[in-house]
């Protein structure tokens, strides 16, 4: 079973808006700490949004920050990526990430936050394609 699958990847003109989900079936979903990494083919893996247990807080790429809204759902174990206002440099596969998120008794600061390596389980991606 597959625990992380985003879906909502489309192709949008500069300026559009899509939102992104991705549905966990990790029985621990609420103690997690979940973010969106993107890739663009011939780029690293790039840091874009990560979200703490509660929901109440969270960290954005300055390239995403104002643009690009991240969420999440314990009920229905899914988080969010809404984006808005895109350019052609969002273009990317997006992927879904959860890790524990801990600091000592805190979330982990921005620094932790933007590496990947910091993270256990992976979705699969899913494409976002924005054309000028």
């Known amino acids: 079973q597959v625990p992380l699958v985003e879906s909502g990847g489309d192709v949008v003109q500069a300026g559009g808006s899509l939102r992104l989900s991705c549905a966990a079936s990790l029985r621990t979903f609420s103690t997690l700490s979940m973010a969106w990494f993107r890739q663009a083919p011939g780029k690293e893996r790039e840091f874009v949004a990560a979200i703490n247990w509660d929901g109440d807080n969270a960290y954005y790429a300055n390239s995403v920050k104002g643009r690009f809204t991240i969420s999440r759902d314990n009920v229905k174990n899914t988080v969010y990526l809404e984006m808005n206002n895109l350019n052609p440099e969002d273009t990317a596969g997006y992927y879904c990430?959860?890790?524990?998120?801990?600091?000592?008794?805190?979330?982990?600061?921005?620094?932790?936050?933007?590496?990947?390596?910091?993270?256990?389980?992976w979705g699969q991606g899913t494409q976002v394609t924005v054309s000028s």
């Open positions: 990430t959860a890790g524990s998120g801990r600091y000592g008794s805190s979330w982990f600061p921005l620094s932790l936050a933007q590496n990947w390596k910091n993270y256990d389980f």
